[in-house]
């Protein structure tokens, strides 16, 4: 469940960072999501590396910055 809303904090972050260095480019936003984005990326890494349960490629998927996150969410949650 932490790894979920890790994601989603990651992939929301990041797409609200590049929307407002596309258009406007405040800084206050760019000042808050940039932390916010990054400790939400460690989380992913930190927590996905600590499951061993799941496959080491699956862990590694995690290390990738800005998606990595929904790419462990999409393997764990495939069927099969």
Same mark, same amino acid.
């Given at each position: @469940?932490?790894?979920?809303?890790?994601?989603?904090?990651? !992939?929301?972050? %990041?797409?609200? @960072?590049?929307?407002? @260095? %596309?258009?406007?480019?405040?800084?206050?936003?760019?000042?808050?999501?940039?932390?916010?984005?990054?400790?939400?990326? !460690?989380?992913?890494?930190?927590?996905?590396?600590?499951?061993?349960?799941? =496959?080491?490629?699956?862990? %590694?998927?995690?290390?990738? =910055?800005?998606?990595?996150? @929904? !790419?462990? !969410?999409?393997?764990?949650?495939? =069927?099969?």
């Amino acid at each position: @469940m932490t790894v979920r809303i890790a994601a989603w904090v990651e !992939l929301i972050t %990041l797409s609200v @960072m590049l929307i407002n @260095m %596309l258009t406007v480019h405040i800084d206050v936003i760019a000042s808050t999501c940039g932390p916010v984005h990054g400790c939400a990326y !460690l989380i992913i890494v930190i927590l996905t590396l600590n499951l061993t349960k799941w =496959p080491l490629g699956i862990r %590694l998927l995690a290390l990738i =910055p800005g998606i990595g996150g @929904m !790419l462990v !969410l999409r393997r764990i949650n495939r =069927p099969g």
